[in-house]
């Protein structure tokens, strides 16, 4: 029915969904640097987990994708990605309608209709990883947007001038706080090996803030909040919601804070809800 991909910098998902509402263990691969050989590895892997099966549509989540132009951003996931037509290439490997959307929205659409938030209305979801992003779902669909969503560069402090962030050059944005990208650069190791309790407490202190602001604008029911930063060491999500209303004193209740549930298939469950959605619309 539906042959699903998860498109990242490093790894490679694939997956089927014969019925539209689970999918089969999925296949993992290195996603090759080389674009024409990634479309060969994906046709090839593609084609033995279809099986002769009859095959809808192709969803797929993926890194820097430029929605406009239906491929990929100059900055791409890799460099030789880059402006390369993704949408339809894939559509064109399989002869059907291919279906592309932005990895961080589509793991928060598979949150919120098949993870943590299921059952919740107005979803937020938030990553805090080597980046930090973040996508609204209104009533199981991503909602639209001119540009996006780019919460991790909301502004917390800007007055800061030390701190600057790493992607967009903005002092004293939340992915220049709390990414791991910006804890190496400040701490001059990598996230898991940051052991001192009193920093990833800040780490909470902040994130707690960037949650008010994500609350007063965006209103959610429940955040789910997902990454690598996270973990363990990492910031507390207990912490974070014990410091939330703090910040958060105009709101009578704070919106719930749940842990993303699916963990690794959160891209997958997210392109089968995506093409669910999509699809039906033709
Ligand atoms: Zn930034």
């Given at each position: 029915m539906?042959?699903?991909f998860?498109?990242g910098?490093t790894?490679?998902r694939?997956?089927f969904s014969?019925d ?6 999925p296949?993992?691969l ?9 479309m060969?590895?994906?046709k090839?892997e ?6 002769g099966r009859p095959i809808?549509?192709?969803?797929a989540?993926v890194?820097f994708?430029?929605?406009?132009r239906n491929g990929?951003?100059a900055?791409a996931l ?5 402006n ?9 490997m399989f002869?059907v ?6 990895d ?10 098949y993870?943590a938030?299921r ?9 805090i990883s ?13 909602e639209?947007s001119?540009?996006?969503?780019e ?7 800007y007055a ?6 790493l ?6 944005d939340?992915?220049?706080?709390i990414?791991?990208?910006?804890f190496e650069?400040r701490?001059g ?17 902040v994130?707690?803030a ?6 007063v ?5 429940c ?7 996270m973990k ?23 919106p719930e ?5 699916l963990?690794?298939?959160?891209g997958?469950?997210g392109?089968?809800a ?6 039906a619309?033709?």
């Amino acid at each position: 029915m539906y042959l699903l991909f998860d498109i990242g910098g490093t790894k490679t998902r694939i997956a089927f969904s014969s019925d539209g509402t689970s999918f089969e263990a999925p296949v993992k691969l290195e996603t090759p640097v080389d674009f024409s050989v990634a479309m060969q590895a994906y046709k090839t892997e593609g084609d033995k987990i279809v099986n002769g099966r009859p095959i809808h549509a192709v969803a797929a989540g993926v890194k820097f994708l430029n929605k406009e132009r239906n491929g990929m951003l100059a900055q791409a996931l890799l460099p030789m990605w880059a402006n390369q037509p993704l949408k339809q290439s894939l559509s064109e490997m399989f002869q059907v309608p291919a279906y592309l959307e932005n990895d961080t929205a589509i793991v928060g659409l598979g949150e919120a209709a098949y993870g943590a938030a299921r059952g919740y209305g107005i979803v937020v979801y938030m990553t805090i990883s080597t980046g930090v992003g973040g996508v609204r779902i209104i009533d199981g669909a991503i909602e639209r947007s001119a540009q996006g969503f780019e919460p991790g560069h909301s502004i917390i402090q800007y007055a800061e001038r030390d701190i600057r962030c790493l992607s967009c050059g903005v002092a004293g944005d939340l992915e220049s706080y709390i990414s791991g990208r910006a804890f190496e650069r400040r701490f001059g190791k990598k996230p898991y090996d940051v052991t001192d309790p009193a920093i990833w407490d800040e780490a909470a202190t902040v994130l707690a803030a960037a949650l008010a602001n994500v609350s007063v604008f965006w209103s959610p029911e429940c955040i789910v909040v997902g990454g690598s930063m996270m973990k363990h060491p990492g910031i507390s999500l207990d912490a974070v919601r014990t410091k939330l209303p703090q910040f958060l004193r105009i709101f009578p209740q704070p919106p719930e804070l749940k842990p993303e549930a699916l963990g690794d298939d959160g891209g997958l469950y997210g392109a089968l809800a995506f093409v669910v959605k999509q699809h039906a619309r033709l």
